[in-house]
């Protein structure tokens, strides 16, 4: 099952789709995307760290995820992503239009056909004002439609809001 975990900030998605992944019972292999260039983005990696089962394998992929997900994607595996808007993030920093475009279509491509379950995290940044930079609303905007592409291709996607789920495709959790 692939499925997508949205939210906002400190909503409980990345708790989540760890209970998603510990519960199926497969190997896990969390994909993380971010680049922590800061104090405040190093104490959020080293929480996740240290919420993660010690026996999940670890990659650190910041920009060609579909490649990573190609190569790890087995039957019998799990992958959980975190975070989707951290990568496209990544990508938008590089300036390089057509390979933000390439990564995203890569990865929308190859989803269909990847075995095993896997598991992605983003942020939902449509639900508030539009911003005023330029830049931040490309970000917004790459966001909504990766989302909604994604959400076509999962079996299961699950809002998230005070730690509270809310399935909006797919099986009920």
Known sequence: ?????LGGAR????????????????????????QPMDGELNERVRLHRQRRPAHWGLVEEPLA?????????L?????????????LTNLLM??????LQAECQALLDGLPGWPGEIVFVSNETGLGVVPLGELTRRYVDHA????QALAERCHRVVLTVAGLPLTLKGPAL
Do not use: F
């Open 94 to 99: 590089l300036g390089d239009e057509a390979r």
């Open 1 to 5: 099952m692939h499925q997508l975990i």
């Open 65 to 73: 995820l579909a490649g990573a997900l190609a190569r790890l994607a």
């Open 75 to 87: 039957p019998g595996q799990c992958l959980l992503v975190d975070c989707l808007t951290l990568w």
């Open 144 to 147: 909504g439609l990766l989302h």
């Open 11 to 34: 909503s409980g998605k990345s708790r989540l789709a760890e209970q998603l992944a510990a519960a199926s019972g497969l190997p896990v292999t969390y994909i993380a995307t971010s």
